[in-house]
Structure formats: C-alpha cells, structure tokens
C-alpha cells in the first residue's frame, strides 16, 4: 500500500495529511518560530540625526536555526512516504523544499509539487490533499 503525506505549512504550523489506502489522518506540528518584528531606532529631536541601529541579524540567524530545527521534526514524519506534495500560504513551503534539496536527497526524489494554497480549514486541507493525490 502506497503512503502518500501532504504538508500544509506556513511560519507557525505544519499540518501534514498521511494518505494510506482509505485511511486519511491529520496531525498538526506548531513550529516554535519567533515572531520577530524591529521597531525603528530611537532617535534625536534633530531632523537627520544620529539613531539607534535595530541588530536584526541575530534574529534571523536565530530565526534560521528554528526552521531548521522546525524542518527536522518535519522530516521525522516524512520518511516513510511514496509520494510528497508541500503546499501553504508563504515561502515556507519553498524554504522546506530548498532544505530538502540541500540536505535529503532521498527525500526530495519523493516530492511531487510545492504549490501556492491559501489558509484552509483542516477538513479543507484533507480535501485539497485527497484531491491532489486523486489527478
């Protein structure tokens, strides 16, 4: 019997649709990103004058280690599967495609498409899955 596993996945949640027979199943895995957003720097009264610099570099290098690690659970439950189908809102689907890419070859053989999806619902996203695998 063929597995086939679908991940709906944006910066916060990953919700992956396991396929097997006539069996569908929904597990949702939260991703534990930070929420990063800068303010602007303090500044002077003085129009043109010297202002607090935002080190925004040490939140997207941590921001980075939490996808990976975020990425990593998601191949846990991966690895079993004939047939991938990476699919959500934002780039996050490229971004776990891209890590596929560089670091689980065997994997990246088994995707089938990373296509753009807006939020849904989890019944909406079973169906999208189903559908998907269906064509």
Do not use: C
């Not at 996945?9 to 534990?32: M, P």
């Amino acid at each position: 019997m063929t597995k086939k596993i679908g991940i709906w996945i944006d910066k916060r949640t990953a919700k992956i649709v396991t396929i097997a027979g006539d069996n569908v199943e929904l597990q949702t895995i939260d991703s534990n990103v930070d929420e990063f957003r800068p303010k602007g720097g303090s500044g002077t009264k003085m129009k043109g004058g010297p202002q607090d610099v935002v080190h925004d570099r040490k939140y997207t290098e941590r921001e980075k280690h939490q996808f990976k690690k975020f990425f990593g659970e998601l191949v846990e439950q991966m690895e079993s599967a004939d047939a991938l189908v990476i699919f959500g809102p934002a780039q996050t689907g490229e971004m776990l495609y891209k890590e596929l890419s560089e670091s689980y070859a065997t994997l990246l053989k088994k995707v089938k498409g990373v296509e753009k999806a807006d939020s849904m619902t989890d019944n909406q996203v079973k169906a999208w899955v189903s559908n998907y695998f269906k064509g």
